[in-house]
């Protein structure tokens, strides 16, 4: 009997619990979040790849990319797919292939955002929250993927994880960027 006791009014009290504060700013993430850029991504990496003579001349596939690929700094792919590579040779590897990506979204009429995020960064503005795009890809491309959008302007901050001690899926990135908004880290909201 004690313990049904308990459990209702462990029910109760979680109901009276109040709604988290509205949050003061929203942290991005770019590629995937604000458009779909992971198939430039990998046509850009097989390309590369097919170049550098990777697997055989087997191409690399979509199944490949995610697991090895997709969402991980340059240098980390460097350093699994290439360990006898120096530094100055992963640099270069990483340095073209990301002039490609960004020549192959400029011929593609470059990135559309994702269906519904325009309405949602106008919600954004209309609630007045600070906002920060955090990502892993390199200064450049996000720079140029987010002019692409017409929104570079529109993020109070930009942290490239490269540029961080530590990098995605670390989450120091995001706490660097609330601190740049000046806005604790519980009050904001990451996408």
């Known amino acids: 009997m004690r313990l049904v006791a308990w459990a209702a009014a462990m029910v109760a009290s ?3 619990l109040q ?3 509205r949050p003061r700013a929203v942290l991005f993430d770019i590629d ?3 458009f779909h850029s992971d198939p430039l991504h990998l046509r850009a990496f097989q390309r590369i790849l097919a170049e550098e003579g990777y697997n055989g001349g087997v191409p690399i596939d979509e ?3 995610m697991e090895m690929i997709s969402g991980r700094q340059n240098k980390l792919i460097c350093r699994d797919l290439f360990p006898d590579w120096d530094a100055a040779r992963s640099e270069r590897f990483s340095d073209r292939k990301e002039a490609m990506f960004r020549e192959m979204s400029a011929a593609d009429g ?4 994702i269906a519904g995020l325009v309405d949602f960064m106008g919600e954004i503005d209309t609630c007045g929250v600070r906002k920060a795009a955090v990502t892993n890809a390199p200064r450049r491309n996000a720079e140029s993927m987010l002019d692409g959008i017409g929104r570079r302007d529109w993020f109070d901050a930009l942290v490239i994880g490269d540029e961080c001690a530590r990098a995605k899926p670390d989450p120091m990135p995001y706490l660097i ?3 740049q ?5 519980d009050e904001c909201v990451v996408v």
């Open 63 to 65: 199944a490949f990319f």
């Open 14 to 16: 979680a109901c009276a």
């Open 181 to 185: 908004l000046g806005v604790p880290i």
């Open 32 to 34: 995937g979040t604000l």
């Open 19 to 21: 709604p988290p504060p």
């Open 177 to 179: 960027a609330a601190k």
């Open 110 to 113: 470059g990135l559309a955002p």
